[in-house]
C-alpha cells in the first residue's frame, strides 16, 4: 500500500545536467516536500507546497527549483546539478487538519558525477 | 531560532539494556514533536507524536518543557530496535525540523 511514490530509486547524472525528481502521492494531501538526507546533518527543507501550483522555499532552496501541477505530484529540479547535490532525497506529504505529520516516500539516492 | 539537537551520533547498546535518545529542542511557541524511524532499506517513518502520549513498539517519549526536551526511551532494547532515529519539531503550517539523528545499535 505504497502512498508516496518517488519515481527513481537510484540516479546518476553528470555535472551540469538538469535533473527531475517526481514525486506523487494518492492519500489526497494538500502538503508536500522535498528535503536532502546527508549523513551528520539530518533532514534539511528544499522546497514545500501547501496547494497546487503554490510553493515555499525550505531552508536550502538554492540551485532547485519545484513544480506542482497536479494536487498529487510534486516535482523537484535540479537546473545544473553539482557534485554537492549528491545526495538522498525525500519527498514526503501530509494533511493540512492532521497531527500525524508526514508520509515519506523512499527517496532517490542521487549521484552528481 | 527553531532547532532540534540530538546530541549523540551513535548509541550502542545490548539487548535487554535501558534506551533513551535524546532530544532537545528550541522553539518560542508551543512546541509539537515527533520521533520518527528508519530501519535499514526502509522509509522513514512515524513512530510517535507527543500529543498523543503513546507507547509505541515499547518507546516512550514525554515532553518536558522547562528542559526542552522530548528523549525517547524504552526499557529494554531489542536487535530489531537498531535503526535511525530522528527527532523532529513542527514550527508552524506543517513545516518540520528534524534533528540530525541519532543511529541505535542494539547488539546481542
Known sequence: ?113 | AQRVTQPEKLLSVFKGAPVELKCNYSYSGSPELFWYVQYSRQRLQLLLRHISRESIKGFTADLNKGETSFHLKKPFAQEEDSAMYYCALRTGFQKLVFGTGTRLLVSP
Open chain 1, 1 to 113: 500500500d505504497v502512498k508516496v511514490t518517488q519515481s527513481s530509486r537510484y540516479l546518476v547524472k553528470r555535472t551540469g545536467e538538469k535533473v527531475f525528481l517526481e514525486c506523487v502521492q494518492d492519500m489526497d494531501h494538500e502538503n508536500m516536500f522535498w528535503y536532502r538526507q546527508d549523513p551528520g546533518l539530518g533532514l534539511r527543507l528544499i522546497y514545500f507546497s501547501y496547494d497546487v501550483k503554490m510553493k515555499e522555499k525550505g531552508d536550502i532552496p538554492e540551485g532547485y527549483s519545484v513544480s506542482r501541477e497536479k494536487k498529487e505530484r510534486f516535482s523537484l529540479i535540479l537546473e545544473s546539478a553539482s557534485t554537492n547535490q549528491t545526495s538522498m532525497y525525500l519527498c514526503a506529504s501530509s494533511q493540512t487538519d492532521s497531527n500525524y505529520g508526514y508520509t515519506f516516500g523512499s527517496g532517490t539516492r542521487l549521484t552528481v558525477v
